[in-house]
């Protein structure tokens, strides 16, 4: 089932992408010829005025077809079609529709991340601060963060409980865990061995104080002992303040972004780290079967690169038809296809060429 939800919100993405341009298309008075959910071959179309609508058998996205949006599309159409195609359209129409589509993306992720924000989810709160460190969506203090499963809190401490005391002794974070790793096991310390002696708290639960006690187990990795909790709790949002704090979190991202690409192009220790859309599912399920609120975080992450990316300035990608019309504003004439795609060569081999490198580290993951 986590599959099926992880495939279906990637493909959501793309499609909702694509009803962007649909729903603009429509308003500025273009022909729309077809708009299909999912790719051919066609398992069911039915036509309502000029448009066709079609269910395609390959779930991996979905498209829209606009009349004329190839200049060499019209010389076979008709004069109310040519009056009417993508091409013969004023600039701002064109560019409009073209950015409603990464504009669609950009939505989503400042929706689901101010969501996030505003409901205080633990885990995607924490998942944006770690996008975004200047969130400071976490606030430390001695309240039980998480809880490891199967850690020595699993079934003592909740989330949201408060360490007051450890040991008869009041306590900050710093000296809860000084506390904690002052006990220690009977024997030589192994990993995973229990402390001869219980840690006992005294924490606040639902209004009330509690005295309760476990026996911390000794890490080998942390070199001290633990008792599998994460301490700090989520800073409240507000309407306006998840607002500015989706913003931001966007902005940092987008920055990551293209700081990422052009990384890439030069670090092949960068390259290295490069997904495909085989590793980016990878990680999506990882993310949906991590809880609710990773996932939604992911998936507004991903939401809002799949927009960035659509938007560098190169055919056949979105940005390079927003960078056509605008030439051909500011130089009062048309620009030719094969003068466009000229422009857009180099761009589309270092993308071709990160494609291909994100595949081959996807094949090399998945086959060890």
């Known amino acids: ?25 429509k308003a500025v008075g273009m022909r729309v010829e077809r ?8 398992l069911f179309k039915v036509r309502r005025g000029e448009t066709e609508y079609a269910i395609g058998a390959i779930p991996a996205g979905g498209y829209v077809k606009i009349t004329g949006m190839n ?26 529709v073209i950015v409603a589509g990464p504009g669609v993306n950009i939505a989503i992720a400042f929706v689901l991340f101010w969501a996030v924000l505003f409901s205080g989810n633990i885990t995607g709160s924490a998942s944006l601060n770690s996008l975004d460190p200047s969130l400071n969506a976490l606030v430390t203090n001695t309240s039980v963060l998480a809880v490891e499963h199967g850690a020595a809190a699993s079934g003592v401490l909740r989330q949201g409980d408060r360490i007051l005391a450890i040991d008869g002794h009041p306590v ?31 924490i606040r639960r639902d209004g009330r104080t509690l005295s309760l006690s476990l026996y911390p187990r000794y890490s080998k990795e942390a070199k001290r002992m633990l008792v599998g909790v994460g301490f700090g709790s989520i800073k409240h949002y507000g309407v306006l303040a998840a607002a500015g704090g989706s913003i931001g979190a966007m ?9 990422g690409f052009f990384k890439a192009l030069t670090s092949s220790k960068t390259r290295s780290e490069v997904s495909s859309i085989v590793g980016i599912t990878q990680t999506a399920h990882e993310t949906v079967v991590a809880g609710p609120g990773i996932a939604i975080v992911f998936l507004g992450y991903i939401s809002l690169v799949l927009a960035v990316i659509n938007l ?7 940005g390079g038809h927003v960078a056509w019309s605008l030439g051909e504003k500011l130089r009062r004439k048309r620009i030719s296809l094969a003068a466009m795609y000229r422009f857009s060569s180099v761009g589309i081999l270092l993308l071709l060429f990160l494609v291909i490198n994100g595949v081959s580290n996807d094949i090399g993951r998945l086959t060890g």
Not at 35 to 42: A, D, G, H, I, N
Not at 83 to 89: H, K, M, S
Not at 251 to 256: L, Q
Request: aromatic share 12%.
């Open 312 to 318: 560098f300035p190169f055919l056949p990608l979105d």
């Open 71 to 96: 200049p060499e599309e019209l010389e076979d159409l008709d004069p109310e079609a040519t009056r009417r195609a993508y091409y013969n359209q004023p600039p701002w129409k064109r560019i409009a």
């Open 251 to 259: 902005w940092h991202a987008t920055t990551g972004t293209l700081t």
């Open 1 to 25: 089932m986590s599959w099926v939800l992880t495939i279906l919100g990637i493909v959501a993405l793309i499609v909702l992408h694509e009803f962007g341009h649909f729903t603009v298309a």
């Open 35 to 42: 708009f299909s959910l999912f790719f051919p071959p066609t």
């Open 172 to 202: 900050m974070v710093s000296s809860a865990r000084a506390r904690i790793a002052a006990h220690a096991c009977a024997g030589t310390q192994t990993d995973g061995c229990r402390a001869a002696t219980p840690v006992r708290l005294t």
